[in-house]
């Protein structure tokens, strides 16, 4: 177990802000894991699981219990036939890699989000098209001290959601089951999918991918866009010029610019055209 103290979470977020969290743990076993969340459960103390960090905005306060993160120690991934098992800590590049190379599609949609297994399960996550939804089998989690696997209809699955957003529960790992492709065909799938995404979105800033989820009827981006804000600045926060749909990290923002520039969007975006955008991007600690 690697233990850290006021450790920066601007070093652990894609967003690249953050204040201090008090403690920093990072397990390298699900042992470790387990025994990290007792420890803590036992001492009363607030605790935070995060994996990759890129889909988080944390205050500049930082935070004030222990933040234990599910990194790539805790990240094997396995094959079995047209079946993958991949540990919490794994990114989904890595196993879009690992798919391609045992010539298993469907899961192409996932090599360019930025995440690790364990966040793409905890919010559905998906692009092109594709949700974790449509290819998991399986997901392995921890409640209350102890390993339980649940079902995806146990999992209750919605946009950019499932159950665990709701439950005290911590995502160990989880399966998907993919089909026989041509390897050649999955590579010039996902080099077109990167190709989409270089091309239309702002990847040479830290960002936390799309801010904002897609409200019924609508597409968040466009409605930004339509409201006159690409390139509106607070601080060192802007609205991508490339995609709308982003809140980037143009020039050494900190966590206050763009939490104020989310706010300035909502409100606007509801000002002109009556629709309220909710945020993708969990906010940690107070703002």
């Known amino acids: 177990m690697i233990e850290l103290f006021d450790e920066p979470m601007s070093k652990h977020t894609t967003f690249r802000t953050g204040g201090n969290a008090r403690r920093f743990l990072i397990p390298e076993s699900i042992n470790e894991l387990k025994e990290a969340v007792r420890k803590c459960c036992e001492d009363k103390e607030e605790y935070l699981i995060i994996g990759n960090g890129s889909n988080l905005l944390v205050s500049e306060k930082g935070y004030s219990g222990t933040v234990i993160q599910i990194s790539d120690k805790i990240g094997k991934i396995t094959v079995s036939g047209e079946e993958i098992y991949a540990e919490a800590g794994a990114m989904l590049s890595a196993v879009a890699r690992t798919a391609r190379d045992n010539g298993l599609s469907g899961f192409e949609f996932a090599s360019g989000i930025p995440g690790s297994v364990g966040g793409a399960a905890f919010m559905n996550a998906g692009a092109y098209g594709g949700e974790i939804k449509n290819v998991v089998t399986r997901v392995d989690v921890i409640v209350d001290g102890e390993l339980k696997s649940l079902s995806p209809e146990e999992m209750h699955f919605d946009y950019r959601h499932s159950i665990v957003m709701e439950k005290n ?106 629709v309220e955008l909710e945020p993708e991007v969990r906010l940690i600690g107070e703002f």
């Open 169 to 274: 529960m911590i995502i160990t790992g989880m399966a998907v089951k993919l089909e026989k492709k041509n390897p050649e065909e999955i590579t010039a799938a996902m080099t077109e999918l990167n190709r989409r995404r270089v091309e239309k979105q702002p990847l040479e800033y830290p960002s936390a991918g799309s801010t904002f989820k897609r409200p019924t009827g609508y597409f968040a981006g466009k409605l930004i866009e339509d409201s006159g804000l690409a390139g509106y600045r607070v601080g060192g926060a802007m609205v991508s010029t490339k995609h709308c749909g982003f809140v980037i990290n143009y020039d050494n923002a900190n966590s206050d610019d763009i939490y104020r520039l989310i706010t300035d969007v909502k409100r606007i975006v509801m000002e002109k055209f009556g």
